[in-house]
């Protein structure tokens, strides 16, 4: 019995170690900071994420961060489901349990002063991996909300906000729920200053041409 749970607190570990390292490569971080030599947290919101990059540089290097983020979220997804789902057959909260441990990665990059991105992207992708029920109703809302209102941030602020409720309505597991709860809330947490500037009138309208 002790070694069955030896092993599964490995799993547990490798698991967050991995997903958490997966995390820290932050797209925007890496191409401002080693091939455009420009650091995007010195420009805009200081946010990592792809839409401060955007604002910033614009370019085909925007889905070059696209891509880096999506893809980093898909591996540790898949690499959750691999070393911890199938040894246990916890399938589902494998997949919970690396998301949680990529956004931090994202969010608190160790290798980037621990100063990310809002995990929005790599958060969307979570979802995408973990079950499309979950990801058309934080996808949906976040689509409809940014195209209404041109505020990416209210409709992140969904994603963030949603996800717990729209995972629990497809599973009704609590240990699930908690997960799903620490993923939206890291979101969540991560958009703080942009309910801040939407409840004073100030936050930047999202516009296909970057700022000069």
């Given at each position: 019995?002790d070694?069955?749970?030896?092993?599964?607190?490995?799993?547990?570990?490798?698991?967050?170690?991995s997903?958490?390292f997966?995390?820290?490569?932050?797209?925007?971080v890496?191409?401002?900071?080693?091939?455009?030599?420009?650091?995007?947290?010195?420009?805009g919101?200081?946010?990592a994420?792809?839409t401060?990059?955007?604002?910033?540089?614009?370019?085909?290097?925007?889905l070059?961060?696209?891509l880096?983020?999506?893809l980093?979220?898909?591996?540790a997804?898949?690499?959750?489901t691999?070393?911890l789902?199938?040894?246990?057959?916890?399938l589902?909260?494998?997949?919970?349990w690396a998301?949680?441990?990529?956004?931090l990665?994202?969010?608190?990059?160790?290798?980037f002063?621990f100063?990310g991105?809002?995990?929005i992207?790599s958060?969307g992708t979570?979802a995408?991996?973990?079950d499309?029920?979950?990801?058309?109703?934080?996808w949906?809302?976040?689509?409809?909300?940014?195209v209404?209102t041109?505020y990416?941030?209210?409709g992140?602020?969904?994603?963030?906000?949603?996800?717990?409720?729209?995972?629990?309505?497809?599973y009704h597991?609590?240990?699930?729920?908690l997960?799903?709860?620490?993923?939206?809330?890291?979101?969540?947490?991560?958009?703080r200053a942009n309910?801040?500037r939407?409840l004073?009138?100030?936050?930047n309208?999202?516009?296909?041409?970057?700022?000069?």
């Amino acid at each position: 019995m002790d070694g069955i749970l030896e092993s599964v607190a490995f799993l547990l570990f490798a698991t967050a170690a991995s997903a958490y390292f997966l995390g820290c490569f932050n797209g925007a971080v890496i191409i401002s900071k080693y091939i455009l030599r420009d650091d995007v947290r010195s420009h805009g919101s200081g946010n990592a994420g792809l839409t401060n990059f955007y604002r910033t540089f614009g370019g085909p290097l925007t889905l070059a961060v696209i891509l880096c983020d999506v893809l980093k979220a898909v591996i540790a997804v898949w690499l959750g489901t691999w070393l911890l789902g199938q040894a246990t057959g916890w399938l589902v909260m494998s997949k919970y349990w690396a998301g949680v441990f990529c956004l931090l990665g994202h969010m608190f990059p160790c290798m980037f002063h621990f100063k990310g991105g809002k995990g929005i992207l790599s958060g969307g992708t979570i979802a995408i991996m973990i079950d499309w029920r979950v990801a058309l109703v934080v996808w949906g809302g976040f689509l409809v909300l940014a195209v209404l209102t041109k505020y990416v941030s209210l409709g992140s602020l969904w994603a963030g906000v949603s996800f717990p409720f729209a995972s629990w309505f497809v599973y009704h597991d609590w240990i699930i729920l908690l997960l799903a709860i620490a993923c939206g809330g890291l979101v969540t947490w991560g958009h703080r200053a942009n309910v801040k500037r939407l409840l004073n009138g100030t936050e930047n309208k999202f516009s296909l041409h970057k700022k000069k």
